[in-house]
């Protein structure tokens, strides 16, 4: 309440400040204006006057001045007319004027001035009890100078003015009425009663009895911003409560569930304090204008999918490219910023690049070299020599600024992320060898025949070889670049251990099966949408919907998939109008030849197989070719029957984890391919052969006719060995091995690195 006095006595106080500001404007130029209407209908009088009188004084006639005075007397607020003689003595006028011969000296001073002047002059002043004025011509006659004066009573503005006053302070009366009782009602309306409601659906939250996202949209929109963080403390709470209820159903049961908050713990004692450091070619907060706004975007990546949790639970530096349009508006003189920006938890280091170094390092060597040469995709790599060179100089880059970032932490541990950092590992001990470091290649690894294509394979090698730890997706590419260094390097293997030494330094390469952030606190489920609502947006319907997550690469197998889709309707036209196949493709690397080729492929394939089966307010295959968001992709994960990765050949692919996650109804089919590393996980996934047109179809077939208790216990066997093996557990798993690994602070001197 006294919140609402406050702000009543503010707002009051305001339009008293505005009354008393308009109020004097309007005095002022109302009595200017009054006074300069009183001073032209003087001037018009005077003027009348002097021409009655001339020839009266031109002949000396005096005693005519006083009746031709009293003839013009008779007007409105007009006091009477004399005539004066040049020095302001009184010759005649009009009855009553003065009574007396003498003019007041005010009087005189007006004539005077007048008649030297040989203008009209004129004054208002106070004589006796009256305001007047006073407005007074020259008479040039043969017989001298003489003067006509006009007198008017001025009172009139005073008393104007008098009721302006009145009259404002009248309005402003009701005005603080009204306010008052408007700021009152709306004040209860508006932010009272919905945080007294918000009050009570909390309460219920706290309680159990009511969903974290249950908060009504009016309040919402009431709230504003507020009620967004609002929400968010609601979800925070119910997260808590059930991961809280999970832990102690997992005692009670021996078992353990890693969680932001165990993990964030066993990295303090694993690291005794000490931050972490994450090297990654894509930010995880990216700010782009938006019109004269700077808007925050989370990038499209798994990577970030992957890491950002972890970076929450437990703080450190994250250091990437900066590469939005407004990025260098947002950082501090050390290119630094604190994120998520809603609740800062850790710090964003942002790396500056030319187009050119960009075009080289990530385009050029990363995307055109070694991705399509550890994907083995059929798609021939181009290793260009200029390409190479600004892949070493953008390495010397980030190199440079991470040691900067270590300055002042003693045995700092390092998590470099995947291909565009090979030689980054190396450039860092050679400075800090008392840094453990780790590279996570998130891509696979191919068999050493394939890896010999590339020109610089012994740097590659070499470079990777600087990390403490290597980490991989599965077993099988652990295996297979063991074998590579094997084949190209002069090193020592243990194949009991899985060690590598080289030139007196150790390095372990080891499966860490990346994941997602899946816990007992599971974020609330979305809410149920229908088959026609999902669709409606595109003018379509269809009784059944599958769905395709994937960034727009031909790596993905979305060619094969969308002729698996075409090969299942011709074999079961049943299905024809009221299947449905989704895929949700964002544009990826559109500066490189072959992926602009890939994506007009793409498009050309699924207008072809929407001819071939086109019928009236159906499609067999809904193209949306934009970036999506997860709230843009939630609702397809949520209603699709049938999800399908059908990649040729993938690291992990986290869509198809994302998937099992998003389905609390434990109910749709996963459709896998066997190239991922997912599918060794995953096993109660539909796996298929995606090279394998009739097997994906007859996947497809058999998805949709899986009777519902099958599908529920394949989604929940699938989704309790990712509630196991979380993202958490991951990086518990990752962290723990770095920090057990025993330093060599005195590398040989064969290792001879320089940062320029």
């Not at 004084?57 to 006083?66: N, S, T």
């Not at 499209?300 to 999918?305: C, E, F, K, N, Y």
Request: hydrophobic share 40%; net charge neutral.
């Amino acid at each position: 309440m006294r919140a609402t006095l406050k702000l009543i006595v503010t707002l009051l106080l305001v339009l008293a400040a505005l009354f008393i500001v308009s109020s004097l404007w309007q005095v002022r130029t109302e009595k200017a204006r009054l006074k300069s209407e009183l001073e032209r209908n003087a001037g018009l009088l005077a003027d009348s006057f002097r021409e009655a009188v001339r020839p009266a004084l031109a002949e000396g006639h005096l005693e005519k001045l006083a009746p031709i005075a009293d003839e013009f007397s008779n007007r409105e607020d007009l006091l009477g007319l004399c005539v004066h003689d040049k020095d302001g003595r009184l010759v005649a006028g009009s009855s009553g004027v003065f009574g007396a011969a003498e003019s007041p000296k005010a009087v005189r001073d007006v004539v005077q001035t007048a008649v030297r002047q040989g203008r009209p002059a004129g004054d208002f002043m106070r004589l006796g009890e009256r305001d007047i004025h006073a407005y007074s011509t020259p008479v040039l006659t043969g017989a001298g100078e003489y003067a006509v004066t006009v007198f008017h009573k001025a009172g009139f503005i005073h008393e104007r003015l008098r009721r302006i006053w009145l009259m404002n302070l009248l309005r402003i009366a009701v005005i603080w009425v009204l306010v008052s009782a408007t700021t009152l009602g709306v004040f209860y309306l508006n932010v009272m009663r919905p945080i007294r409601k918000t009050a009570d659906w909390i309460k219920k939250v706290r309680m159990g009895e009511a969903k974290p996202d249950q908060l009504s949209p009016a309040e919402e929109r009431l709230l504003g911003p507020i009620a967004k963080e609002i929400s968010k403390l609601a979800i925070s709470l119910v997260q808590a409560r059930e991961a809280a209820e999970e832990e102690a159903r997992l005692r009670q049961s021996s078992e353990s569930l890693w969680t932001p908050e165990r993990l964030k713990e066993f990295v303090r004692l694993k690291l005794q304090g000490r931050p972490l450091f994450v090297v990654s070619n894509r930010e995880p907060y990216q700010h782009v204008k938006k019109g004269k706004e700077i808007e925050c975007v989370v990038p499209a990546s798994g990577l970030v999918t992957a890491l950002e949790p972890v970076l929450k639970a437990c703080g450190g530096t994250w250091i990437a490219e900066g590469n939005g349009d407004a990025d260098r508006e947002t950082v501090d003189e050390s290119d630094r910023l604190r994120v998520p920006p809603e609740e800062p938890q850790y710090t964003l280091r942002r790396v500056w690049l030319t187009k050119e170094e960009e075009a080289g390092y990530y385009y050029g060597f990363s995307n055109e070299g070694l991705w399509p040469l550890c994907h083995v995709a059929h798609t021939r790599p181009t290793f260009r020599e200029t390409d190479w060179q600004a892949y070493e100089a953008v390495n010397k880059k980030f190199a440079k600024a991470l040691l900067q970032e270590l300055e002042g932490t003693s045995e700092p541990c390092v998590l470099i992320q995947d291909y565009h950092f090979a030689l980054l590992p190396r450039l860092i001990k050679a400075e800090r060898p008392d840094a453990r470091v780790a590279i996570f290649w998130h891509i696979p690894w191919p068999n050493p025949e394939s890896f010999s294509i590339c020109p610089w394979q012994q740097e590659v090698l070499d470079g990777m070889l600087g990390a403490d730890l290597i980490g991989f997706h599965t077993q099988y590419h652990c295996n297979n670049f063991v074998q590579t260094v094997d084949r190209i390097l002069e090193c020592r293997i243990d194949y009991e251990h899985f060690n590598v030494n080289r030139e007196g330094h150790t390095t372990w390469i080891k499966p860490f099966p990346i994941s997602i952030a899946f816990s007992g606190g599971e974020s609330p489920a979305t809410a149920p949408v229908s088959k026609t609502e999902l669709l409606k947006p595109y003018g379509i319907t269809a009784d059944f919907v599958g769905v395709g997550v994937d960034r727009l690469d031909y790596t993905k197998g979305i060619l094969e998939r969308f002729r698996a889709v075409e090969h299942f309707l011709e074999k079961n036209p049943e299905y024809q109008g009221r299947f449905t196949f989704v895929e949700l493709g964002a544009p990826s690397r559109s500066l490189i030849q072959k992926y602009q080729e890939f994506v007009y492929e793409v498009e050309r394939e699924a207008e072809r197989i929407n001819a071939r089966f086109k019928a009236k307010n159906w499609k067999a295959i809904l193209l949306l070719k934009k970036h999506h968001s997860q709230k843009d992709i939630a609702p397809f994960y949520a209603g699709a029957d049938v999800c399908m990765v059908t990649s040729l050949h993938d690291g992990m692919n986290l869509v198809a984890k994302e998937f099992v996650m998003a389905r609390q109804d434990e109910r749709g089919v996963l459709i896998l391919s066997q190239f991922t590393g997912a599918a060794r996980e995953l096993s109660d996934a539909v796996i298929v052969n995606p090279y394998d047109t009739a097997q994906t179809a007859e996947a497809i077939r058999t998805a949709l006719l899986m009777r519902p208790h099958e599908q529920e216990e394949r989604m929940r066997r699938m989704r309790a060995l990712l509630k196991d093996r979380n993202v958490y557990r991951w990086a518990a798993d990752l962290i723990h091995e770095l920090a057990g690994v025993r330093l060599d602070l005195h590398p040989t001197q064969a290792v001879n690195v320089r940062i320029l």
